[in-house]
C-alpha cells in the first residue's frame, strides 16, 4: 500500500469526480465538434458561401482554447488526483493497457498537432488540404476516445480477462460496444451545444439563424440517439451492477439516473425551442443555463457509471480501498484478504507509524486511524462534519454502546454487496473499533 491522500471534509472520490465531470466537457467536445465543422466547412466550399467561414473560425477557436488548453489542464489534474487517490489501481489499469495507453497518446499528439495546424491554416491554404486537416482531426478524436472506452469499460465488466489475462478480453466485455455508441452519440450532442451558442455569436443573422438550426438537429439526433444507447448500455450492465444501480441496492444511484435523465431531457427541449423554433432565443445567457444543466447531467450520469462499480474500483479484480480481492491466476496475481487476515492489515502496511505499542491506548487509536484510513477512506471521510458520507455520523446512527458492537460491524461489512469486507486480524478489527467508537462519541 502507498501513503494514503486524506483530504478535509471531502474524500478523494469526490475531488476526482468534480475534475473528471467538468473534464467531460472539453473532452467530448473535442472529440465530437469537428465532425460537425468539417460538415459546415464543407458546405461552404462546396455552395461557395465564405459567410459561413466566421463560424468556423469561432467554433475552432473554441476547441482549440477550451479542449487544448482548459481541458488539458483538467485531464493533467485527473491523472494526479487519481494516482494519488488511487495508486495500485492506476498502476494495474498502466500494466494490464500499457499499449492500449500508449496508442491513445499517440492519436492525442496528432489531434494537437492537428487543430494547431487547422486553425491558423484556415484561409491561407487551399479548401481541399484544409478539409482533409479536419478529417484527419476528426477522425484521431474519435478513434482516442475508441480506446479510452475500452479502458473504462474494463473497470465495470471484465470479462473473460479474470480467466485468461488477454488484452482484448477484458477491452472487448460486454459494455463495451453499448458504452462507445452512447459516448459517442452524447459527444454529438454536447458538440451541438457549443455550436448552438458559438453561431448565436454571429453577426449575420440569417447566417446565425441557419448555423444554430443546424447544430440543433445536430445536437437533437446526438441527444435521442444517446437515451437509446444509454438504455443498451443499461441492460447490458453486469447484475451486481443492476441490483446496485437499478433495483434499488443503492438507492441514490437510481436518484443520479433519474437526475441525469431530466438534465438531458432539458438540453433536449432547449435545442427544440431555441435552436428550431426560437434560434434568437438561443444567446449567452440561455447557453451558459444550459451548460450548467449539462454540467450537473453528466456529474450524475458519471456517479451512477463509478458507483455501480462498487464495492470495487476494478470489477472482480481490487477493491475500492485497493486490497486485491480475487486470484487471477493468468497475471500472477493473488488475493489479499485472506493474507491480511491472517497476517494483519497493519503488519503488512510499508507506511505505517513505527514502534506501535498496542498496549497503549494511544497508539491503538492512532493504529485504527490509519487501517481506518486506508480501508474506508476512499469512500468515507472520518471527520463528522464532512460533506459526503461523513463515516461519524454514519455509525452514529447505528447507536453503538462500545468499540465491540463496531467491532461486530466491520466483521459484517462483506454482507454488503456495495461494501468490502474488512481486511486484518482480530487486533486489526480491535483497533479500528475503538478508534470508530472514540470519533463517534468525542
Known amino acids: 500500500m502507498y501513503p494514503f491522500w486524506e483530504l478535509p ?12 465531470t467538468f473534464h467531460i466537457l472539453p473532452c467530448h467536445l473535442a472529440t465530437g465538434a469537428f465532425w460537425f465543422n468539417v460538415y459546415i466547412e464543407r458546405k461552404s466550399v462546396k455552395e461557395n458561401r465564405p ?28 491523472w494526479f488526483a487519481a494516482t494519488v487517490a488511487s495508486p495500485r489501481a492506476i498502476s494495474a489499469l498502466i500494466h494490464n493497457y500499457v499499449w492500449g495507453w500508449a ?26 488540404s484544409h478539409l482533409m486537416l479536419g478529417w484527419l ?7 482516442s476516445m475508441v480506446i479510452i472506452t475500452g479502458i473504462l469499460a474494463f473497470m465495470l465488466s471484465p470479462g473473460e480477462w479474470v480467466n485468461t489475462g488477454g488484452f482484448f478480453d477484458g477491452f472487448f466485455n460486454q459494455t463495451y460496444w453499448p458504452q462507445l455508441f452512447t ?22 443573422r440569417k447566417v446565425r439563424d441557419e448555423v444554430v438550426r443546424k447544430a440543433a438537429v445536430w ?4 441527444m435521442i440517439a444517446g437515451a437509446l444507447f444509454s438504455a443498451w448500455y443499461l441492460s447490458k450492465m453486469p447484475g451486481p451492477a443492476k441490483e446496485l444501480g437499478l433495483e434499488g441496492g443503492l438507492p441514490y444511484l437510481q436518484a443520479m439516473l433519474k437526475w441525469a435523465g431530466i438534465s438531458y431531457l432539458v438540453v433536449l427541449v432547449w435545442f427544440v425551442v431555441c435552436g428550431l423554433i426560437k434560434p434568437q432565443w438561443s444567446g449567452k445567457v440561455s447557453g451558459i443555463l444550459i451548460l450548467i444543466v449539462l454540467f450537473l447531467g453528466i456529474g450524475a450520469g458519471e456517479g451512477f457509471r463509478e458507483g455501480v462499480r462498487r464495492p470495487y474500483i476494478i470489477a472482480q479484480y481490487m477493491y475500492d480501498n485497493q486490497i486485491v480481492a480475487t486470484n487471477i491466476k493468468a497475471k500472477g496475481i493473488s488475493s489479499e484478504v485472506d493474507k491480511y487476515n491472517n497476517e494483519g492489515f497493519l503488519n503488512n502496511l510499508y507506511f505505517r507509524p513505527d514502534n506501535i505499542n498496542m498496549e497503549s491506548q ?38 453503538p454502546e462500545s468499540p465491540e458492537d463496531i467491532a461486530g460491524f466491520l466483521e459484517a461489512l462483506g454482507d454488503y454487496p456495495y461494501m468490502p469486507p474488512f481486511a486484518g486480524n482480530d487486533d486489526d478489527r480491535a483497533a479500528v473499533a475503538e478508534y470508530l467508537f472514540w470519533i463517534v462519541r468525542r
Open 9 to 20: 471534509f471531502f474524500t478523494s472520490g469526490i475531488v476526482i469526480a468534480l475534475i473528471a
Open 219 to 222: 445536437g437533437i439526433t446526438g
Open 51 to 78: 459567410e459561413l467561414m466566421e463560424f468556423i473560425k469561432r467554433y475552432s477557436l473554441l476547441i482549440l482554447v477550451f479542449c487544448f488548453v482548459i481541458g488539458s489542464l483538467s485531464g493533467v489534474g485527473i
Open 137 to 143: 482531426y476528426a477522425w484521431a478524436a474519435w478513434i
Open 362 to 399: 494511544t497508539d491503538r487509536l492512532q493504529a485504527g486511524r490509519v487501517i481506518a484510513l486506508h480501508q474506508c477512506g476512499n469512500c468515507h471521510a472520518l471527520d463528522i462534519n464532512a460533506k459526503l458520507r461523513p463515516l461519524p455520523a454514519l455509525l452514529a446512527n447505528l447507536e
Open 183 to 204: 459516448r459517442t452519440a452524447f459527444m454529438i450532442g454536447i458538440a451541438g451545444v457549443y455550436a448552438v451558442i458559438v453561431a448565436s455569436t454571429m453577426e449575420n
Open 103 to 128: 496508442t491513445e497518446w499517440v492519436f492525442f499528439l496528432i489531434e494537437i498537432a492537428a487543430i494547431y495546424v487547422y486553425y491558423y491554416t484556415l484561409g491561407r491554404i487551399d479548401s481541399k
